[in-house]
């Protein structure tokens, strides 16, 4: 059987962080082949998008109707149109991540990693509001493996 694989579109709309995008994308690859196999055909595409808090506080409030900076954000697609499945849009603030990171007292590598994870699971529909500790479970497993 073939791996399923993830094709990985970066967009970074902010200019304070530089972003390593072999970084992501390897990253994002070994998130994916870890992942039980739910929504998932041969060829997978996902956009990740990279803002400060002022975008993603626009977004939020758009979308969410929640009017304050967050760290990350998932619009699910999946569709799926000859064979080639778009899973959705991760968007995140990397003013958030490099905040949080320094709470937290770790890298903010360590903590993109931390949210890119979060946002591909929303993607494939999990949600930890509401799904009885489903979502948190897997992040729990997953981020001992790839983190």
């Known amino acids: ?60 409030n758009q979308f969410r109707k929640k009017d304050y900076p967050t760290d990350v954000l998932s619009f699910p697609v999946n569709e799926t149109v000859q064979n080639e499945h778009y899973l959705g849009d991760i968007l995140i603030s990397m003013e958030r991540t490099a905040s949080q990171a320094q709470e937290k007292n770790h890298p903010v590598e360590k903590e993109l990693k931390i949210l890119l994870l979060h946002g591909v699971l929303h993607l494939l529909g999990y949600d930890h509001e509401t799904d009885n500790g489903q979502m948190n479970r897997l992040e729990r497993r997953l981020r001992k493996v790839v983190l």
Do not use: C, H
Request: hydrophobic share 40%; no cysteine; glycine share 2%.
């Open 1 to 60: 059987m073939t791996q399923a694989s993830l094709q990985v579109i970066l967009r970074n709309l902010q200019r304070k962080w530089p972003i390593d995008r072999a970084l992501v994308r390897s990253y994002l690859g070994r998130v994916w082949n870890r992942i039980p196999p739910r929504n998932r055909t041969e060829s997978t595409e996902v956009t990740v998008v990279f803002l400060n808090d002022k975008q993603i506080r626009w977004y939020n």
